[in-house]
């Protein structure tokens, strides 16, 4: 074992110990395993409400579409928290902003549940957008922190695999509250962000902002970040947003997954209906051994196994050029969604597997679009120009929502869904070509 003699200040004269390669590696793990500890309970705040609408639209008497603009409301605050949060992070530390997040939006997610009618769902859906925003971009600049270039697409492919689990989670805990313990709708959105509120305090108690806090060197004393070399530690907020807004690239990221994630919600809040009937209930069409609301499952789980691979496969095969691992998976992407627009409803099994390939592709460019964001303008920007191009991401899924719900509406049919989300990834594919970083 390597031990290097070098002792490293905190602050104006404070001496930590030296370090060793070994403890150095633990506590970069542990920093990464704490990330996604917390983000794993993320989703149960948001991704949720697919489960719920069925419920909500019995109980208050609207429209689908109507719905789909309350899922809006919060996408598009959490759009406009995330232009501010990941700043934030930037400012004040990942930390601090990611675990009072957690906190926040639990307790928000309680307020939605006494929700009285549309009217109230809806302000209350989207104040918790907001706080569901205080996550994402402050626990990525974390990781930025503590990972160089080369280590960023297989860290942010960890990083979002948890993301991708947590809508595993989110699923998963919605169906036992609903159709296995049989409660109505409101308890979606109480018993599960008990996890969050768990994630979010164990995320402050283990988590450190820079390895110089622990005594380890920064990795970004290589050659990893040398074109951002110049970036001062006390940049201004007005610096930092002109700095992220100039970079062209980071706006043709924006567009490319702001059709990505257009898609991606688009999955995770209308596949529960497709599976489940208008009505919650089964929608009667076939039988098969597995119950639909079981078969729903195989999205999340695709997701969080596409998520492993995408930064992966960026770093391994293509040189980190991140934009030819996105367009490549958008691509397949298209090709999984129409197979599954054309599936009729009787062939279960089929229909199971193309959509776990549907989740696998749709999702898994996440990891490279955020490892993408300290490429561009380094890792002391790393926050905001995340929360910026999620910014780009939450705008475009906010518009795909009612527009989704709109067209169920019209041709009385919840399929029509996966040839909106083909379309959307294929713009995604095509989008993602012009970035070539």
């Not at 860290?155 to 990083?159: L, N």
């Not at 208008?278 to 051994?289: C, H, P, R, Y």
């Not at 120009?385 to 475009?396: C, E, P, R, S």
């Given at each position: 074992m390597?031990?290097?003699?070098?002792a490293?200040?905190?602050?104006?004269?404070?001496?930590?110990?030296?370090?060793?390669?070994m403890?150095y590696?633990w506590?970069?793990?542990?920093?990464?395993?704490?990330?996604?500890?917390?983000?794993?309970?993320f989703?149960?705040?948001?991704?949720?409400?697919?489960?719920a609408i069925?419920g909500?639209q019995?109980?208050?008497n609207?429209?689908?579409?109507?719905?789909?603009?309350?899922?809006?409301?919060?996408?598009w605050?959490?759009?406009?928290?995330?232009?501010?949060?990941?700043?934030?992070?930037?400012?004040?530390?990942?930390?601090?902003?990611?675990?009072?997040?957690?906190?926040?939006?639990c307790?928000?997610?309680?307020?939605?549940s006494f929700?009285?009618?549309?009217l109230?769902?809806g302000?209350?859906?989207?104040?918790?957008?907001?706080?569901q925003?205080?996550g994402?971009?402050?626990?990525?600049?974390?990781l930025?922190?503590w990972?160089?270039?080369?280590e960023r697409?297989k860290?942010?492919?960890?990083?979002v695999?948890?993301?991708?689990?947590a809508?595993?989670?989110?699923?998963?805990?919605?169906?036992?509250?609903?159709?296995i313990?049989?409660?109505?709708?409101r308890?979606?959105?109480?018993?599960?962000?008990l996890?969050?509120?768990?994630?979010?305090?164990?995320?402050?108690?283990?988590?450190r902002?820079?390895?110089?806090?622990l005594?380890?060197?920064?990795?970004h004393s290589?050659?990893?970040?040398?074109?951002?070399?110049?970036?001062?530690?006390?940049?201004?907020?007005a610096?930092r947003?002109?700095a992220v807004?100039?970079?062209w690239?980071?706006?043709?990221?924006?567009?490319a997954i702001?059709?990505?994630?257009?898609?991606?919600?688009?999955l995770?809040?209308?596949?529960?209906?497709?599976?489940?009937g208008?009505?919650?209930?089964?929608?009667?069409?076939?039988?098969?051994?597995i119950?639909?609301?079981?078969?729903?499952?195989?999205?999340?789980?695709?997701?969080?196994?596409g998520?492993?691979?995408?930064?992966w496969?960026?770093?391994?095969?293509?040189?980190?050029?991140?934009?030819i691992?996105i367009?490549?998976?958008?691509?397949?992407?298209?090709?999984?969604?129409?197979?599954?627009?054309?599936i009729?409803?009787?062939?279960?099994y089929?229909?199971l597997?193309?959509?776990?390939?549907?989740?696998?592709?749709?999702?898994?460019?996440?990891?490279?679009?955020?490892?993408?964001?300290?490429?561009?303008?380094?890792?002391?920007?790393?926050?905001t120009?995340?929360?910026?191009?999620?910014?780009?991401?939450?705008?475009?899924a906010?518009?795909g929502?009612?527009?989704?719900?709109?067209f169920?509406d019209?041709?009385?049919?919840?399929?029509i869904?996966?040839?909106?989300?083909?379309?959307?990834?294929a713009?995604?594919a095509?989008?993602?070509?012009?970035i070539?970083?």
């Open positions: 390597k031990t290097d003699a070098k490293l200040q905190t602050g104006p004269t404070a001496i930590v110990p030296a370090y060793s390669e403890s590696k506590a970069r793990r542990r920093i990464l395993f704490a990330a996604m500890f917390c983000y794993l309970f989703y149960t705040g948001r991704q949720t409400f697919g489960f069925p909500i019995a109980e208050f609207v429209s689908k579409e109507a719905l789909g603009w309350v899922s809006a409301g919060m996408l605050c959490y759009a406009i928290g995330q232009a501010i949060n990941g700043n934030l992070a930037d400012k004040f530390g990942g930390r601090r902003v990611m675990s009072a997040g957690a906190i926040l939006s307790m928000a997610n309680w307020v939605v929700s009285t009618g549309i109230s769902l302000a209350f859906w989207s104040l918790n957008g907001y706080f925003a205080m994402w971009a402050p626990g990525s600049r974390i930025s922190n990972f160089g270039k080369h697409g860290v942010f492919g960890f990083y695999f948890a993301a991708g689990m809508s595993v989670l989110s699923f998963v805990t919605s169906i036992l509250i609903v159709h313990f049989q409660l109505d709708w308890w979606i959105f109480r018993l599960p962000v996890l969050m509120l768990l994630g979010g305090i164990t995320f402050y108690l283990v988590a902002e820079y390895p110089e806090d005594g380890f060197p920064s990795p290589d050659t990893d970040d040398t074109e951002h070399a110049h970036v001062p530690d006390g940049e201004s907020s610096s947003y002109r807004l100039s970079n690239r980071i706006w043709m990221g924006g567009l702001g059709f990505q994630n257009a898609a991606r919600y688009g995770l809040v209308w596949v529960p209906v497709h599976f489940l208008g009505d919650g209930s089964s929608n009667g069409e076939t039988e098969s051994l119950a639909p609301e079981w078969i729903s499952l195989a999205l999340p789980i695709g997701m969080a196994l998520a492993a691979t995408n930064g496969v960026s770093d391994r095969f293509f040189g980190s050029k991140r934009y691992a367009a490549l998976y958008m691509a397949l992407a298209t090709v999984t969604s129409l197979a599954m627009y054309t009729p409803s009787s062939e279960v089929l229909g597997s193309v959509l776990f390939l549907c989740g696998f592709f749709v999702y898994g460019p996440q990891s490279s679009f955020w490892a993408l964001c300290p490429d561009l303008v380094g890792h002391k920007r790393a926050g120009a995340i929360g910026v191009m999620n910014f780009f991401a939450y705008l475009f906010g518009l929502e009612p527009t989704i719900g709109m169920m019209s041709y009385d049919s919840t399929s869904i996966f040839l909106l989300v083909a379309i959307a990834s713009a995604s095509t989008v993602a070509l012009f070539r970083r």
